[in-house]
């Protein structure tokens, strides 16, 4: 099960406290913020996970599950547009001036691809298609080291309320695409808070912290996924050809062989006609007729009296791309669980998120600079690294997501409890 994505969660009992918030001092700067949401044109329907870049730079951010968006301008730099792009939609670009700095509602039309437009026939199948994206990696895939700062969130739902949230800044040490080497992890600023009595006195805690959507990073981890020998386990097949910022990209869809009977996955991969570089991919694992040995798939340790059953693996990776080189940008892991603890009558569902995008990048010019204790375990439970919530100043000038309202909810019904208690 090596290639199998090992996306671990630790349960345990145990009995907490709220703590003080942690903070680290970021480099104060000038910047001009401007929010708002992004909807579909015509059902004005949320579009979650919209790329948002501010031209000229490799700065940017996305949209959250319920379309928000809110965007940080350092004000010492020459930026005058802003560019909205998701997969399936044509870009919108506006200028800086045309914008509000909040309360801006942005539409994104559809963009409809003919398969007239797309040229399949120079692949004899859906297959061969997928093994040139990864013969041309180090033609297509960015082969510099960079420095990237990315923003992690980390959530625990209980059905449909959220009970601990961890967020956090990372710095990302990105080795060449072409190299063996692993990329490097460093937490710059953090932040978390947990209603442990919602948890039923069961906490869940996501191992692996940033690493888990990282290694999301097909191109750089393929290992956990497709590899040249396990390629002929999953069977592909085209789909209708969609766009990315106007240009036409192949779908191609994959599932796992009949006869192959270790869970696999199945989803959909997205790849750039033109290029023939992986702009994107959502898949799922194979949990149908999973054993009860596969729990150990997921879970590295329980109490006797719990049994955990997955019900849903979910994944989602997007690329950017930046002079003809395409590089991770954002990832999202969803794992959803049922736990029943004996004696209980009735048991409890929870849902585990991680999510991590690039809002900024440079080429690192001194590779290798981070030192081995700075570096974040790919063990690393963030959870427990990080104690304590703080006031909403406390990002200062680095983008993130913006919360769902529900999470602002929860956030805000913790502190006002901190308050209370003079904490």
């Not at 080497?181 to 912290?209: P, W």
């Not at 590295?300 to 693996?313: I, Q």
Request: hydrophobic share 35%; proline share 3%; charged share 25%.
């Amino acid at each position: 099960m090596k290639n199998v994505l090992l996306i671990q969660i630790l349960i345990v009992t145990i009995i907490c406290n709220l703590f003080f918030a942690v903070q680290m001092d970021a480099q104060i700067l000038n910047y001009k913020e401007f929010s708002g949401v992004v909807v579909e044109e015509g059902s004005e329907k949320p579009l979650e996970s919209v790329s948002i870049k501010l031209n000229g730079t490799n700065l940017g951010t996305i949209t959250n599950r319920e379309g928000d968006f809110s965007i940080k301008v350092p004000e010492e730099r020459d930026i005058t547009s802003i560019t909205f792009s998701l997969l399936g939609y044509e870009p919108e670009t506006y200028m800086l001036s045309e914008l509000k700095t909040t309360d801006n509602r942005i539409s994104l039309k559809m963009n409809v691809t003919e398969l007239s437009q797309v040229n399949i026939s120079s692949f004899k199948n859906a297959e061969a298609l997928v093994r040139a994206v990864f013969e041309k990696k180090s033609v297509n895939n960015l082969n510099k080291a960079t420095v990237m700062t990315a923003f992690y969130r980390e959530t625990i739902k209980r059905r449909n309320r959220n009970v601990s949230l961890t967020e956090a800044v990372v710095n990302l040490y990105k080795k060449p695409y072409q190299s063996s080497e692993k990329d490097a992890i460093a937490l710059h600023k953090a932040r978390k808070s947990t209603d442990y009595r919602k948890l039923d006195t069961v906490a869940l805690k996501l191992q692996g912290g940033p690493f888990s959507t990282l290694y999301l990073d097909i191109m750089k981890y393929p290992e956990y996924i497709f590899t040249s020998e396990t390629l002929g386990e999953y069977e592909f097949s085209f789909a209708n050809p969609t766009t990315i910022n106007n240009k036409a990209v192949y779908v191609v869809n994959f599932k796992q062989r009949s006869h192959i009977e270790l869970p696999r996955y199945y989803g959909s991969l997205f790849i750039d006609a033109e290029t023939l570089a992986l702009s994107s991919a959502e898949y799922r694992l194979n949990l149908e007729d999973m054993d009860r040995h596969l729990e150990n798939l997921f879970v590295e340790r329980k109490p006797r009296d719990v049994k955990v059953t997955p019900l849903e693996a979910a994944y989602k990776v997007d690329y950017r791309e930046k002079n003809g080189q395409w590089y991770y940008g954002y990832g999202n892991v969803s794992l959803t669980f049922k736990v029943d603890k004996k004696g209980k009558l009735f048991n409890s569902v929870y849902t585990l998120q991680s999510e991590m995008a690039v809002t900024d990048w440079e080429l690192d010019e001194e590779s290798g600079r981070l030192r081995s204790r700075d570096r974040l375990r790919p063990t690393v439970i963030m959870s427990d690294a990080v104690s304590g919530f703080s006031d909403p100043d406390f990002w200062g000038a680095y983008n993130v997501i913006e919360p769902e309202k529900s999470i602002e909810s929860a956030i805000n019904k913790i502190q006002r409890k901190l308050k209370r208690n003079n904490i």
